[in-house]
């Protein structure tokens, strides 16, 4: 038996999105950090809680410095892809 399919919207209550977001942080940023292990990529994650207050996550290979210096030099058209 399947899952049923949940609508994705806005959570309306301050206080409920606020409780999502610091149950799910934690989670995605996990996955990142397994991301950047299994397929070997840098990985910066930067997050904005509902109240404004930023999370961050980098890989455990470069420092942000590293990968944003790498990412600026890449062309437009490089960083579209």
């Known amino acids: 038996m399947g899952r049923v399919k ?4 806005k959570l309306e209550n301050p206080n409920g ?3 999502t977001y610091a149950k799910r942080k934690h989670g995605i940023m ?5 991301l950047s292990i ?4 840098e990985i910066v994650l930067l997050m904005f809680s ?3 207050k930023p999370s961050l996550c980098i ?3 470069s420092s942000l410095e590293e990968i944003i210096e790498k990412f ?7 960083r579209a892809k």
């Open 17 to 19: 999105r606020q409780a």
């Open 38 to 41: 299994l397929c070997d990529v």
């Open 50 to 52: 509902p109240t404004n």
């Open 30 to 34: 996990k996955k990142a950090n397994e």
């Open 59 to 61: 890989g455990k290979r």
């Open 6 to 9: 949940l609508k994705i919207k």
């Open 72 to 78: 600026a030099q890449l062309t437009p058209q490089e």
